[in-house]
């Protein structure tokens, strides 16, 4: 495999760098490449603003258009071409960052809106009666498949099915499908750490070879089944799952998996 | 009503800029009070770390302990410390936004993850059998109100129940339950424009009278009716849903809105 980890976390004594750490040591032994996108430690401009686009950039601001010309032309910012390339090499992509505020820390959603431009990862493919641009399934990062590994600070009940915080997979569907499956990518199963605020050190023998053995299956890993857009499943242009098609029970973010 | 403004966008030509203008003119000529926190102006540092803590922080780094303890002794940022003075001062919170990527822009993002700080905004109340801590429904920003006020670009179809982007309040719960609910904020429903990359001048006065209309009607608008944790409607310390107080089929995120 060829995989890209992209990093987010300040601290590089924490449990998520050594999760970065063994992610590293234990792919490159097993034969695989392995890049990384330590964005703390690139100091990763998290914030989208014209000098991103840089002669591509309008007045007034356009931001897909504007994106997307700088994409066509060559002329985004090194740091955006650079993460794009490593996209387009990769065929395995892992994300490890820690739950903040039920999202991503800023700098790795900085890292989606710069590098995720338009005709890169969205305004891709045509509009017409049987697709609906290349999206959701298809697009310029097909063929790859991408891990979400995260720590939350609280207890794993509290994400259950019945728990305040709702379903850890409601929580990451608009990162697993909003972005990861809309260019094209698979998505496997998260590995998720809960109670990570409570951990000790005698936790960690039991996260090593947990971690462990999902990096060395991943290979053989199904992906979460999410719906392709332009086969046949959605109405066009609506895009409103077609009647019937959901196993009972199946409402909201759950309509997009298959049955 | 004491209203703060918080306000993401890049370009001071755009509808986000010409809704959040329209808010403070709007509700100034009512009578209200508005500050602005326009972070792109601000040039809001997006990304929490070490140098958030000043003195108070630790190595390594732990983001919440070092980040109570700065809010203890009065050391967080001044930047920082500001706004959690606009969030005390005011009575009244819109967020005005683009929905990138189905979440916030990362410098709204970046404004959470430093602003609300443990002893702010999290790790306030005690635990035990009848609590645990002061959160979703109570917590420092109690009494207070917020509303999103975000655009987004695709069609308002494809965030429907059945659209393929999934429902645009299971998109919004994370925000609307997980960051403002959470430190004791009531949630007004959104104000969601749909289909902006494709909106033209000929549609702005409607939007005008959308939105004014929104804002002049603050006051009496029913927030959405999330659950208090603490109140009996949740197991402790499970936190899971009490077994027969959801509305028929009622799953996943909407389970924590009363029925």
């Known amino acids: 495999m060829k995989t890209l980890i992209v990093y987010a976390h300040p601290e590089q004594k924490s449990l998520n760098s050594s999760l970065k750490d063994l992610a590293v040591t234990t792919l490159e032994s097993a034969g695989h490449d392995v890049l990384v996108s330590d964005l703390y430690a690139m100091n990763w401009k998290a914030v989208l603003d014209a000098a991103d686009f840089g002669a591509a950039a309008s007045s007034p601001l356009q931001i897909p258009g504007d994106s997307g010309r700088a994409f066509d032309a060559g002329i985004l910012t090194p740091d955006v071409r650079a993460e794009q390339e ?103 199963p998260p590995f998720v750490l809960y109670g990570t605020d409570r951990m000790s050190a005698e936790n960690y023998p039991d996260v090593v070879k947990a971690w462990t053995d999902r990096l060395l299956t991943l290979d053989s890993t199904e992906p979460i089944a999410f719906r392709k857009q332009n086969f046949g499943d959605y109405e066009i242009p609506s895009l409103h799952l077609k009647e019937g098609l959901e196993a009972a029970g199946r409402t909201g973010f759950g309509l997009h998996v298959r049955a």
């Open 86 to 188: 490593k996209l387009m090499w990769a065929d395995t992509i892992i994300f490890q960052f820690p739950l903040w505020w039920y999202a991503m820390p800023a700098i790795l959603k900085g890292w989606v809106d710069r590098v995720f431009t338009y005709h890169f990862a969205y305004g891709v493919g045509a509009h017409n009666d049987t697709q609906y641009g290349e999206r959701f399934g298809e697009g310029t990062l097909a063929g790859r498949r991408a891990l979400l590994s995260v720590t939350a600070g609280g207890p794993e009940a509290h994400y259950a099915e019945r728990g305040i915080n709702g379903p850890i997979d409601d929580l990451l569907f608009p990162i697993h499908h909003g972005i990861l499956y809309y260019p094209g990518i698979e998505v496997l």
